[in-house]
């Protein structure tokens, strides 16, 4: 395939890795004593026209934007190989899991629009039968497609990687989508979960074959205990197979393509929402969507960009405060001082969205650059409106999704725009 060879460059720092020699996961520039630099790697932009393929695997239709792919022609693996790697995940997940990737639905929901007395017309994305149950095993597959790349191309960057096994904190649907995508690869897996993780969950990662690590709070420790014991993990040789693009930054990449699936949509249906409302926790998919609608407009699928609106709850939102802050502040600048704008929120937050809790947004910079561009802006919900956001959906759209799931349509109701609205649900009750 020809094109400049794939590279991923930190946004903070300026560091270029070359996938092929070097994995591309936390920057090489992070982690210096009182560095205050925002660092996530990030893959440089796709050469070449939007892809006009119908084949019905995410991962296949939009393999020339993506970086596994680039480097798997770029290491002299052929369409073929691709295919073949694509297909084996995808055989494995369908007996895993009951499905593999197909394109999720997009529709026009008028009944649920109608319902929430929103003005303009109202587009869902539904991700709640994607495989696990949402849109998170997007992020991992990116990862493992990757991992599969380096090993079947004998790049210097995989040796002795099949003996390292791979690591998550969460216990909730990034969890779940780490265990059946490791699974699918035979990878082994460890998972670092709190103590109150739900009973059902837990079981699912057993049934799927993940080695569970219930993280009680040390004495003394400050920051979630999952999270320090993950990141112990890594500093000791595991792969980062979470959805934080600080330690991975090729896990946001991979969600990229629920933005393809939603630009080509629009494009074949003629419709163009004005306001995009996307429910942010650790910010990877609000990252991976501004980023993949950026894609989508630089190469003419659609006009311009739909206005992002990121969607927090009231009992933890980093993101508004780092928007707020950084205002005025030029977002290289903003890049260089971290801890000027982020940082975990101070107080336990509980909410009916708890898979949005986390108390610092990962990924917040890419979120505010994405906002800025499209003259977006955060809005915070409220637990009551979270409910109703939950009730209308179920109602109205008939997705089971969890008040995770619908947090985004949440601040469509909390902040109801002009023109048309396009939301992403995603998470299935459970
Ligand atoms: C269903 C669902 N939607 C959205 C999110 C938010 O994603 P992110 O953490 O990438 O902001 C999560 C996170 O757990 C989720 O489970």
Redesign the pocket.
Known sequence: MDGPPVRFTCHGCGAVVDPARALPFRCPGAGRPGDDVDHVLVPDAPPGEFPAGGEEDPFLRYRSLLSPYRLAREAGLSDGDWAEIVGGLDRALVSLDGRGFRVTPMREQSALARAAGLEGALHAKD?TGNVSG???AR?LMGVMLYLQVLERAGLPAGESVRRRRLAIA?C???ALAAAVIARAADWPLDVFIPPAASPAVVRRLGDLGAAITVCERRPGEVGDPCYLRFAEAVAVGAIPFG?QGSANGLAVEG?RTIAFEMAGWMRDEQVAPGSLFV?????????ALAQGFGIAVAKGVMPRLPTLVAVQTQACAPLERAFRLSADVPLADAARHRSRFMWPWETAPSSVAD??L?DE?Y?WWAIVEGMRASVGRPVVVGEETLLRAQALVQAHAGVR??A??T??FAGALAAPPAGGVAV?L??VER
């Not at 429910?279 to 609000?286: E, M, R, S, W």
């Open positions: 991700e949402s849109h998170k992020h969460s909730g649907n990034a959805v969600a429910q942010v926790g650790g910010g990877a998919l609000a990252s898979g949005i986390d947004t990924d999704a969890s995770t799931g947090s985004g992403v995603s998470g």
